[in-house]
């Protein structure tokens, strides 16, 4: 994975791609609203490294991450882009990275999956 995005982070940030919110379900029902779909993309806490700062985690024994792996981030940290390549992406600091996940795991935020 590239970044295509056309945003490069600088000193501590990272750049992730956010876990793609679904907009409709298998049967077509609409899940999310313009609004709803924007409160949800910055509550998510899951994304892909795309690309790193040259000062990530210098003051640290090691990485925590790497581009290319699944991470954990605080919830509704850093700040909402859209890339050049019309996606969604989230610049973090460092230190919000909470953790590495699976590829196929995926957390779900309790208060967001209510009802679904």
Known sequence: ????????????????????????????????????????????????????GVECFLDMASP?????????????AGLLYKGKDGLPYRMINDKDVTGILDEDLDLVDPYLSKGS
């Open 64 to 76: 925590w991450c790497k581009v290319g792996d699944k991470v954990s981030f605080a919830k509704y």
């Open 1 to 52: 994975m590239g970044n295509k995005s056309g945003i490069t982070p600088v000193g501590w940030r990272i750049l992730v791609a956010p876990k793609e919110i679904a907009e409709k379900s298998a049967g077509g029902i609409i899940l999310n609203t313009e609004v709803s779909r924007e409160r949800e993309n910055m509550a998510n806490t899951t994304g892909i490294v795309v690309a790193m």
